[in-house]
Each structure stands twice: as structure tokens, then as C-alpha cells.
């Protein structure tokens, strides 16, 4: 017994710690990109109208920083996927913020007291409107002309004065609540209340300021990209300069390494894996979004040191063309990366490359081989294939059950602890905005607000899926989170049992939290692992068999 035990110690060393020298040059970051409590104040939205307390559950965003007072405020974040992670938005606008603040010095946020935007002259009302939805979305915004019939049948004398007493009733220094007034406007049908709060919202968020602030930024484009179109093209990509594939990984690597949310997800994956393969011979590892591979490294280095020696390890990757750009090619770089580094550790090891989005396999793509355990490994994917809300197919339920016919014997899930996927637009925004909340806190405990480097994640790797979440529908939202009950139903569903974790992962995963803010949490509920963010959690990890 001590010898066992003596033997999972080395391995759980082996599979969480970081990777020896050799190993750092195969080391490349995976990406892919919860209970807490809101209240929202009550206040009067045209006299008699009230915003009411929401109670959410609610994980990861692209739009760029204005580095001047005119400067133009670029964004891709709108950019919507198809069910195959391709983009399929490709008109564009321009968003100009000239009047977002860069890294206000107090908690101001630029809103000042005189410069309402409300006049008692209905014309030049009309007028501001007007030059407010050129600035915001550009000369070619499809919705300009649509909104010209509407405004001038829309707005009288008397209205003047509601919108007077909505902006009193909001007070000006709370980004947050002007935010919810915005988007319960958006949900309501309320054009021109929209704009008028999202004229106000240009002078209050800034991508370089206190952690509403740069979320709110995000936010705001996805509301306008809301209102500026309707069904199936409500999402449209916004313009936007793309960064260079070995940028874009390189912001992906700096995610990685501020917040430990994809550590935790791989760690607690990679632990559950370990133990149920740790008398095999011969090894089949399915991962269904493997990205860059980085969540592999540790594991070959840890069947490596496994007393009696490693067992054969064949791993399929699953992946599209989203991953294939940051990258900078095709799952063959993967590959070699991989088989290098299992060559460097002597691991007998194959690689099996199948290039297509995960609700497009079939059992044919997956290369399956008698005499081997397999382990099928979800990691923050799952939410991205369409359920019965989106398609008839329901890809997200049909890919379990072909799974479980596999008789695999362990899968992993990490996924957001968030509620997003069904939910109308007004409770999804607030789910957004709390979740994200919390994420944009923990990274600014790590990185300084006018950091260039955190700029670029927040642009790059995070704005794009608020964005999603916020401006699109239908099979154009592919940021479809759950929460874990709802996974749990649908694993059972397909007829898998829950799969223990391993005391080991638990112990690990804390070690690893001590080198990161104290206000991160962890905690074990119901066979589960949740990492959180002070009372929001944010990660859940579990396993099945």
C-alpha cells in the first residue's frame, strides 16, 4: 500500500507541476475561451417605470483601446461563428468613442454634471440622435436610416422631460446601473431611450480604466451591435485589425499564466484521467478542443515517471479553423510538438489529427482501436456546440451519447459556471455583466490598468465572447454556458455515473492557488470542483464514467 502510494505521489507531481526546461518549448497555452448575488437599486425609468432585483448564476472578450481623445474605438468583438467556429458576420461598421476616458486618475468616469445630452428643443434633439448613431456606428450603419422615420414619429415635447427624469433617477458615477437602464432599454424596444443612455455610456467606460470600466466598454458595443440589426444578422463584425497569429497566442499565453482558471481546469482533467489510466498499457486520450496541446504536456511528462514505465499514449485531437489561426497552422504543428516532447521523455506515443468542429464528428473521425482505455476529455468546449434550443440535431446531447457508446473509462468536463444559454436577453445580460465582473477584477489584481499587455487579453482573448453573448442569437451565439446542474442532467441523460476525483487533484490545485490573489476560492460540492472569484463562481470541473 505504501508503494502505491508512494507511486501516485510521483505521478501527481509529475502531472501538475510545470514542465521542466525540456519541456518549455511545448509549453503553449490552451485557450478557448458560480453563485452570486445582485441587486440592482430600484429607479424610476420614465416615472413609472421600475427596474426590478434579478437574482443570476453566471466564463471568456476583443475590442481595442482609443489612444487618443478622437481616436477610433476598433472592434471585432461582434464577430459572429457559425455551429463550425467560422466567422460568418462579415459586414462592418465603425464604433468612434471620442469621448472614452484612458485611465482616469479618480473614480470619475467622465460623465459630467452639466453635459447631459438632453435639450428642451425637440429639433436639436433630433439632430444629437442623429450625429450620435454616425459616431457610434459609422456612416454605414444598416439601422441609420430605418431609425429616421422612427425618431420623428417618436418624439414629443412631453417625452423631453421623461428622459430628464430618467437620467436624474440614474445616478451618474454608477457605470453599472446606467448599463442595466441601457440594456433594459435594448430589451424593451426602447430605441431612442438607448441611444440617449448610450451617448452617456461613451463618456463613462474607457478600456484602460477600473475593471467596470474596461467591461463596460465591451459591453457597450455589444449593445450597439444589438440595435443595429435584427434576426439572423443582429451580429455583425465590427472593424477591427486582427493581430498577427504569434501575437494572438502570445495575449492567449499571458491569459494562461494572470488567471488560473485554465490551470485548474487542465489540472483537475488531467488528474482525473491519471487515476483511472493508471494501470493501462495502452492509452487513448479524445480531446475535443485541443488547441494548442499545451494540456497534454504535463500528462506525458507524468506517465513518463510512472513506476514500471509509461504506456503507449495515442492522442486525437479534435480542433477547427478558430484554433488553426493562432496556431499559425494546422493540427500538424500539434502533432509534432507533442511527439517531440514524448520522444524527449521516451513515452511511446501517436498523434491522430482530425481538423473539423466538434459538433461535426462522428465515431468515423475518432480512429477508435480495440486494446485501448479511453478517456474523452471536454474542456471548456462543450458550451460552443448547439443544444435543442438552437438545432433539431442537438449536437450537444448526440455528441454524449456517442460518447458513452464508446464505453469510455472516465470523461472530463470544465466548463464556465454560468447561465447563459437559454436565458432571454435582459437576464443574460445580467448574467454577463456579473460574470465578467468578477473575471475583469481578478485580472486587474494582477496587472496594472494601463498595462499594454492586459489591454491586448482583454481585446483579444475575452471582449469577443461578452460581445457574442450580448449582441447575437440563434445559431450566431455560440457562447452558450450552463450551469453544472444542467450538465450533470444531461450527462445522466446519456447514462454516464459520476466519476470521483482524486484527493490529489484538490491538494494540488490549492498549492497552486497560493502563488495567486488570496480572493480566489476553491471549493468541493457534490463530487465537483468550483474555482470562484470572492462569491462568484466562475469554473466548475468534474468527471464521468
Request: aromatic content about 8%.
Amino acid at each position: 500500500m505504501q508503494a502505491s502510494r508512494r507511486r501516485r505521489t510521483t505521478m501527481s507531481n509529475m502531472l501538475y507541476c510545470e514542465p521542466v526546461q525540456k519541456a518549455e518549448a511545448y509549453y503553449l497555452p490552451q485557450f478557448q475561451t458560480l453563485e452570486s448575488h445582485l441587486s440592482y437599486i430600484n429607479g424610476s425609468l420614465g416615472g413609472n417605470h421600475s427596474f426590478q432585483t434579478y437574482r443570476d448564476r453566471y466564463c471568456m472578450l476583443e475590442a481595442s483601446s482609443a489612444t487618443g481623445s478622437n481616436a477610433v474605438y476598433h472592434s471585432p468583438s461582434t464577430a459572429s461563428f457559425s455551429s463550425n467556429g467560422s466567422t460568418t458576420c462579415n459586414q462592418e461598421s465603425q464604433l468612434y468613442l471620442s469621448d472614452v476616458r484612458q485611465s482616469p486618475e479618480t473614480t470619475n468616469y467622465g460623465s459630467p454634471i452639466s453635459g447631459s445630452c438632453i435639450t428642451d428643443d425637440v429639433t436639436d434633439f433630433m439632430h444629437k440622435l442623429k450625429e450620435l448613431e454616425t459616431a457610434m456606428l459609422g456612416p454605414d450603419a444598416d439601422f441609420q436610416e430605418s431609425y429616421d422615420n422612427s425618431l420623428a414619429s417618436s418624439i414629443a415635447s412631453s417625452e423631453i422631460d421623461s428622459w430628464r427624469q430618467m437620467m436624474l433617477a440614474i445616478p451618474r458615477r454608477d457605470l453599472k446601473q446606467v448599463l442595466v437602464a441601457c440594456a433594459k432599454a435594448v430589451s424593451d424596444g426602447e430605441l431612442v431611450t438607448a441611444q440617449v443612455l448610450i451617448s452617456e455610456l461613451r463618456q463613462m467606460v474607457s478600456v484602460s480604466g477600473e475593471p467596470i470600466q474596461r467591461l463596460g466598454a465591451y459591453i457597450l458595443e455589444g449593445l450597439v451591435a444589438r440595435l443595429g440589426a435584427s434576426g439572423s444578422s443582429i451580429c455583425k463584425s465590427l472593424r477591427c485589425k486582427e493581430p498577427a497569429s504569434f501575437e494572438l497566442l502570445s495575449y492567449m499565453h499571458v491569459l494562461y499564466e494572470i488567471c488560473p482558471y485554465f490551470k485548474f481546469g487542465y489540472m483537475s482533467a488531467n488528474g482525473a484521467i491519471a487515476e483511472a489510466m493508471k494501470d493501462e498499457n495502452r492509452v487513448h486520450i479524445i480531446d475535443f478542443q485541443i488547441a494548442q496541446g499545451s494540456q497534454w504536456v504535463p500528462m506525458i511528462q507524468a506517465f513518463a515517471a510512472r513506476p514500471g514505465g509509461p504506456p503507449h499514449i495515442r492522442i486525437t485531437g479534435i480542433d477547427d479553423s478558430t484554433s488553426a489561426y493562432a496556431r499559425g497552422g494546422g493540427l500538424d504543428i500539434v502533432g509534432k510538438r507533442l511527439s517531440k516532447l514524448a520522444k524527449t521523455f521516451k513515452v511511446p506515443f501517436e498523434f491522430h489529427p482530425a481538423a473539423m468542429s466538434g459538433s461535426d464528428v462522428q465515431l468515423k473521425n475518432l480512429g477508435i482501436q480495440p486494446g485501448e482505455a479511453l478517456a474523452v476529455n471536454f474542456a471548456f468546449t462543450l458550451h460552443h456546440m448547439p443544444d435543442e434550443s438552437v438545432s433539431t440535431e442537438n449536437h450537444r446531447d448526440r455528441l454524449l451519447r456517442m460518447v458513452k457508446n464508446l464505453n469510455p473509462k472516465v470523461v472530463t468536463l470544465v466548463e464556465q459556471e454560468s447561465n447563459t444559454n437559454t436565458a432571454a436577453f435582459f437576464p443574460r445580460f445580467l448574467e454577463t455583466l456579473d460574470y465578467y465582473s468578477a473575471m475583469f477584477e481578478s485580472i486587474d489584481m494582477t496587472l496594472p490598468r494601463g498595462h499594454k499587455e492586459r489591454i491586448n487579453v482583454e481585446q483579444h482573448c475575452l471582449a469577443r465572447d461578452v460581445v457574442n453573448i450580448i449582441a447575437c442569437e440563434g445559431i450566431e451565439r455560440v457562447e452558450r454556458h450552463e450551469l453544472l446542474g444542467k450538465w450533470k442532467s444531461r450527462f445522466r441523460m446519456a447514462g454516464f455515473n459520476p466519476y470521483p476525483l482524486s484527493s490529489l487533484v484538490n491538494a494540488t490545485i490549492k498549492t497552486l492557488l497560493e502563488s495567486y490573489s488570496d480572493k480566489y476560492r476553491l471549493e468541493e460540492r457534490d463530487g465537483a470542483l468550483y474555482l470562484g472569484w470572492m462569491n462568484r463562481d466562475l469554473v466548475a470541473s468534474c468527471a464521468w464514467k
